[in-house]
């Protein structure tokens, strides 16, 4: 029913920048938080950055003054800015959105399916 598609990953210098995107589509109604969340191997799915439909933003510490999200409610978009680049930034980034489906009164989570981000030192 929703579907979400990220582009932008790839290798990078540490001091690099790189720009994620994630693309929401289907039978979207309203769509509350987006964000995006990272795994690094051997570690937890951590949430990295996060916005509201209002455009509240709330940062992981690690990437805070780094990183800039944001979304464009009209098209379903949300975006990751990431400059000043780190080796410990290397994970599968992952989108996320809390969606209502139309005909239903239930929002829940759905996930892109991750994109690599590497940064070498």
């Known amino acids: 029913q929703v579907q979400l598609v990220e582009s932008g990953g790839g290798l990078v210098q540490a001091g690099g920048s790189l720009r994620l995107s994630c693309a929401a589509s289907?039978?979207?109604?309203?769509?509350?938080?987006m964000g995006w969340y990272r795994q690094a191997p051997g570690k937890q799915r951590e949430l990295v950055a996060a916005?509201?439909?209002?455009?509240?933003?709330n940062y992981a510490d690690s990437v805070k003054g780094r990183f800039t999200i944001s979304r464009d409610n009209a098209k379903n978009t949300v975006s990751l800015q990431m400059n000043s680049l780190k080796p410990e930034d290397t994970a599968v980034y992952y989108c996320?959105?809390?969606?209502?489906?139309?005909?239903?009164?239930?929002?829940?989570?759905?996930w892109g399916q991750g994109t690599q981000v590497t940064v070498s030192s």
């Open positions: 996320n959105a809390d969606v209502q489906v139309f005909f239903t009164q239930v929002t829940r989570a759905y």
């Open positions: 289907g039978s979207i109604f309203s769509i509350n938080a």
């Open positions: 916005i509201t439909s209002a455009g509240t933003t």
